[in-house]
């Protein structure tokens, strides 16, 4: 167990190896300096391994990550460093005292949302985390772009000194719950033992149009400031897989 743990975190990293969340930080970085340049805490729901709280402490942030994987939370706690702490807690449920100028969640964890109830109480627990006019900044799967571009079967191999991986993703796409559930098929080797690590994991991913987006933001006290795709910065269209939404809260729920 505790080898197959070293290599599928070793495996997490070198997956996300080309992902610039330098880059993400930055930009996140000025969407709050636009919205709510006065933020100094941050409430991060979903933070993974830290890596974007990291970033945020050194642009001076202090930041409370809350993380349901304890693994991820743990990975959290050891390497992003001064400013930040982790609760591992269900985002939907979490209570703390503390009020929060910005609440963020990136890389579609709004999206592992899937069950109507579950977002609302999320959106709500939010809005109790945030002082008045705090605001909420997430990205998500655009339904215009899933019914457009049609997602389907890849794969994707990565390797480095230690390891190497395959992940083969099947969508299967409901258009009724417009709910995609990626399943991944991933192996991973390890070059040093020959050891085999054979992984299934299904990520049910719901996409979300904009006025879906504006009914539950108005129905948890929220309204929206602005959407854009996520970095580019250009208009949502079709094309637009990631957008990102930064939502004002106007009322106490
Ligand atoms: C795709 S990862 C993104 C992690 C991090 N935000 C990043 O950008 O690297 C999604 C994360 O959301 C977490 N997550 C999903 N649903 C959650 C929930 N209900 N409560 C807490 N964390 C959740 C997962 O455990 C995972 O770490």
Redesign the pocket.
Do not use: C
């Given at each position: 167990m505790t080898k197959n743990f070293k290599l599928y975190s070793q495996y997490y990293d070198l997956l996300?190896q080309d992902k610039d969340y330098e880059k993400e930080a930055f930009y996140i970085h000025n969407l709050i300096q636009s919205y709510a340049p006065k933020t100094k805490k941050i409430l991060?729901?979903?933070?993974?391994?830290g890596?974007?709280a990291k970033l945020f402490s050194n642009l001076g942030y202090s930041i409370l990550g809350?993380?349901?994987?304890a693994e991820?939370a743990e990975i959290a706690r050891k390497s992003a460093g001064n400013n930040t702490s982790f609760l591992i807690?269900?985002?939907?449920v979490f209570r703390v005292k503390d009020k929060f100028d910005t609440a963020l969640s990136?890389?579609?964890?709004i999206s592992?949302?899937t069950e109507s109830s579950t977002l609302i109480r999320t959106f709500e627990n939010v809005n109790n985390h945030l002082k008045q006019g705090g605001i909420f900044i997430f990205d998500v799967w655009h339904s215009p772009a899933v019914y457009h571009q049609v997602p389907q079967k890849r794969e994707k191999k990565l390797s480095n000194k230690v390891i190497e991986v395959s992940r083969k993703a099947s969508p299967v796409i409901n258009t009724e719950t417009n709910i995609v559930e990626v399943i991944y098929y991933i192996e991973v080797k390890s070059k040093v033992t020959g050891e085999i690590l054979k992984l299934t994991e299904t990520h049910p991913m719901r996409h979300f149009s904009k006025p879906e987006i504006e009914l539950l933001a108005y129905a948890t006290g929220f309204e929206i400031l602005h959407s854009e795709e996520f970095l580019s910065k250009t208009e949502p269209s079709k094309e637009t897989w990631g957008v990102c939404y930064a939502l004002k809260k106007n009322k106490d729920v």
């Open positions: 996300y991060e729901l979903g933070s993974g391994t890596k974007h809350i993380e349901q994987s991820m807690e269900d985002i939907s990136l890389f579609h964890v592992y949302l």
